[in-house]
């Protein structure tokens, strides 16, 4: 993650079944759905002024580690969450073994 991303702050938007991390005055978030203790990530986004600046990676770092640290398991339903999984394999770790 890019330095300039490492002191945002971490928001999981239940009203909107969102986590989210805000960009100066821009939003990048994960579109998520809960069960029990399952989070499946559906949807990545970021609003255009955040397009290639690394803000869709940060996201996904800091929700992953909040999925990590609060003992979920994942479900990774989103193309940008799988792609990313692939390439730091140390996440399988919290992929749900039945996904």
Do not use: S
């Amino acid at each position: 993650m890019k330095q300039e991303f490492v002191n945002l702050e971490l928001v999981k938007n239940v009203a909107n079944n969102r986590f989210e991390i805000q960009v100066d005055k821009h939003m990048a978030f994960i579109e998520y759905k809960q069960n029990g203790n399952t989070i499946t990530l559906v949807h990545t986004e970021v609003e255009p002024e955040l397009e290639g600046k690394g803000a869709a990676t940060a996201v996904v770092e800091k929700t992953l580690d909040y999925i990590e640290k609060n003992n979920f398991k994942l479900i990774p339903i989103c193309p940008f969450v799988k792609t990313y999984i692939q390439r730091h394999p140390e996440w399988e770790k919290i992929v749900d073994a039945n996904a």
